[in-house]
Structures are given as structure tokens and as C-alpha cells.
């Protein structure tokens, strides 16, 4: 059972959008920065969204970012087959009683139809 | 650009001892948190440890705390995890991360390759 809730599995055809909820508390989400990883299959995971809305270099502006409160939501607009893949939301955990600790989402496997 | 390879996997048997390492480079190393993350086969992202750029902080996750331990040599840019009393459940590719360089930590902004750990008799 994760910190962070996903869904386990989102899909939509190419050239539409999807989004991706990620549902925390307030000791997580609600009170710290939110990322996203991509993990294609059998590679490591590549962080596609950082500090809620923010993207690398080089991560195209299909991918967005969005917080409020205590839940967190990755879009991807123009959706292509090759972004078929497992999708998680990460954040810090500043409960006392983890003493601080990096959470992630179970994950979520985006299949474009 | 930023490398980060991590070696010292392999087949252990249940109550065994492994330690993992992570060579970095192509960046400051003395400069930025470090994570060790993994993913048990067909499972989700799993953190377990992250230690201060210096060292002089390190956090674990529950299921792990007591069990390993990460340190680093910023002289020779390694990550290190020392994991004891492995058990079949441990079984899992191993990730280091670089972190973005915030206390408390923010993102990930590299991974390396992975490395295989399994514990079986």
C-alpha cells in the first residue's frame, strides 16, 4: 500500500490528452514539491516533471504538471505510442513519525489505444 | 554529462550480506543528496535511503532502517549501500539517483542503470 495513490492504469488514444492523479496528505504532498517519473519498459526511470510544474531540459511541454493541496496531477496532451509506459508521482514525507522519507506513488501504466 | 553506474549486485543467499556501489560522474558529487531507490520485479519504485551531500545526514525508508546502510566518498564520487540479514523479499533491481540538490530532497534528476540483487538459496 503506497503513501502516494495512483491509478493503476489510464488509457486514451493517440493525439488525446490523459491526466494522472496522484493523492497524498498533508504531510506530503500538502507540504512539499512533487515529481514525476517516466519508466519505459525495462529502462530506468526519467524524472519528467519536477517542483509540481517543471520541466527538464529537454521534456517536451505535451508533458504538464499541476499541485493542489493535498493531490498532485501529471497531464500528457497529444499523446504518442511511444509514451506508453509506467508513470510515478514522488515527493518528501515530512510525517515525525517517518522522520522524513521519499514516498512514491504505486504507479500508473498508461496504455495509448 | 551525468553518469551514474552501479555495480556489486548479484546472488545471495537469505541472511547474507551485499554491498552496492555507485560510481558518479560528470558532475559535482560533493555537491548534491544521493538515493538509493529500487523495484522488486513486475513492482512499483521502492526509496530506501538518502544521504546529505556531506554525510552528515542520512534518512531511511522503514523497511529497510536497521537492515542498510548508505554512506558516500565524495573523494572518489561513490554511493555506497550496505545491505545485511538479506532476505527473498530484497530481491529487486537497485537504482542510485542524484538528487537535485534541495534539503529536504525534491526530485531525482538522473538514475543509473540499475543492478540486480537476488536473494535465493
Known amino acids: 500500500q503506497s503513501v502516494l495513490t495512483q491509478p493503476p492504469s489510464v488509457s486514451a488514444a493517440p493525439g488525446q490528452k490523459v491526466t494522472i492523479s496522484c493523492s497524498g496528505s498533508?504531510?506530503?504532498?500538502?507540504?512539499?514539491?512533487v515529481s514525476w517519473y517516466q519508466q519505459l519498459p525495462g529502462t530506468a526511470p526519467k524524472l519528467l516533471i519536477y517542483?509540481?510544474?517543471k520541466r527538464p531540459s529537454g521534456i517536451p511541454d505535451r508533458f504538464s504538471g499541476s499541485k493542489s493541496g493535498t493531490s498532485a496531477t501529471l497531464g500528457i496532451a497529444g499523446l504518442q505510442t511511444g509514451d506508453e509506459a509506467d508513470y510515478y508521482c514522488?515527493?518528501?514525507?515530512?510525517?515525525?513519525?517517518?522522520?522524513?522519507?521519499?514516498?512514491f506513488g504505486g504507479g500508473t501504466k498508461l496504455t495509448v489505444l | 554529462q551525468v553518469q551514474l553506474v552501479e555495480s556489486g549486485g548479484g546472488v545471495v543467499q537469505p541472511g547474507g550480506s551485499l554491498r552496492l556501489s555507485c560510481a558518479a560522474s560528470?558532475?559535482?558529487?560533493?555537491?548534491?543528496?544521493m538515493h538509493w531507490v529500487r523495484q522488486a520485479p513486475g513492482k512499483g519504485l521502492e526509496w530506501l535511503a538518502f544521504?546529505?551531500?556531506?554525510?552528515?545526514?542520512?534518512y531511511y525508508a522503514d523497511s529497510v532502517k536497521g537492515r542498510v546502510t548508505i554512506s558516500r566518498d565524495n573523494s572518489k564520487s561513490t554511493l555506497s549501500l550496505q545491505m545485511n540479514s538479506l532476505r527473498p523479499e530484497d530481491s529487486a533491481v537497485y537504482y542510485c539517483?542524484?538528487?537535485?540538490?534541495?534539503?529536504?530532497?525534491?526530485?531525482?534528476?538522473?538514475w543509473g542503470q540499475g543492478t540486480l540483487v537476488t536473494v535465493s538459496s
Open positions: 539517483a542524484k538528487d537535485r540538490g534541495w534539503i529536504p530532497p525534491r526530485s531525482f534528476d538522473y
Open positions: 560528470g558532475f559535482t558529487f560533493s555537491d548534491y543528496g
Open positions: 544521504i546529505e551531500y556531506d554525510g552528515n545526514n542520512v
Open positions: 498533508t504531510s506530503n504532498i500538502g507540504d512539499n514539491y
Open positions: 517542483e509540481n510544474d
Open positions: 514522488g515527493t518528501w514525507d515530512s510525517s515525525l513519525s517517518a522522520g522524513g522519507s521519499w514516498v
